[in-house]
Each structure stands twice: as structure tokens, then as C-alpha cells.
């Protein structure tokens, strides 16, 4: 019988997790405060998250923490109803929007590389699924 020598050498009838793995049928999804993010849906609420903990820094523009958070209601609404096509026009707009407002200085350097990387992050994702 073949033996696995990666992590933990076992027989390949044995299961459980004592073995240094779960099988990803059985795992559960990571916890939202962990800040793995496994969909596009998960991304944008946690970047909705962010920007609601940025409203904080007087650095950021208030108008604009209002504008993003519009934008991550509106995402949440079309990811969480299946609309691609309107979560990736939503995408598209706000990465433009963003440039806009980093050279307005309207957000922090820190905000606005989380929300380009995270924006960027769910694009591609919805990018690569087919219609």
C-alpha cells in the first residue's frame, strides 16, 4: 500500500484531521474576522468594512467615505443577487472614481491602496467567469 510522506506519512484509508489536512468538502468557511476572503462578495464587504473604519481619519474625506460607502452597498447588492455584469460595470466605475480622489487627495495612501487591491482582486475574479 502507498504511504503519504508529505506532513504526516499515512495510509490513504486513514482520514480526520489529526493527518495535517481537512478535505475541502468537509471544511468550513473561514471566519469573517479572519480576513480570508474566498468571493467576490467577501471582498467587498470587507472593503466596506475598511472604508467605514477610514470614515475615523480626518485625512480621508467625509463626502467621499459616503460615496464609497454607496458603492459597496450597491456591489454588495449586485454580487449578493448574481448580477455580474452590473458588479463589474460597479468595479470598472469606482477604480476610475478612486483615481479621482487619490489625486484629489480625498483619501489616504493607505485606504486607496487597500480599495485599488481590493477592487483590482474582484475584477479579475469577475473577469474570468463566464456568461
Known amino acids: 500500500m502507498a504511504t503519504s510522506s508529505f506532513r504526516n506519512p499515512t495510509q490513504p484509508t486513514v482520514n480526520g484531521e489529526t493527518i495535517g489536512f481537512r478535505c475541502a468538502m468537509t471544511a468550513s468557511r473561514p ?30 474625506d467625509a463626502d467621499a467615505m459616503s460615496q464609497w460607502q454607496t ?31 487619490v489625486e484629489d487627495q480625498l483619501v489616504t495612501a493607505t485606504l486607496a491602496s487597500r480599495l485599488s487591491r481590493g477592487l483590482a482582486w474582484i475584477q479579475a475574479q469577475l473577469s474570468t467567469i463566464g456568461d
Do not use: W
Open 31 to 60: 471566519p469573517a474576522e479572519s480576513g480570508v476572503v474566498l468571493a467576490p462578495l467577501d471582498a467587498s464587504q470587507m472593503l466596506a468594512a475598511v472604508v467605514e473604519q477610514s470614515k475615523a481619519d480626518t485625512e480621508n
Open 71 to 101: 458603492v459597496f452597498s450597491d456591489l454588495n447588492t449586485a454580487l449578493s443577487g448574481g448580477d455580474r455584469q452590473k458588479a463589474l460595470g460597479i468595479v470598472v466605475e469606482s477604480t476610475q472614481r478612486l483615481s479621482k480622489h
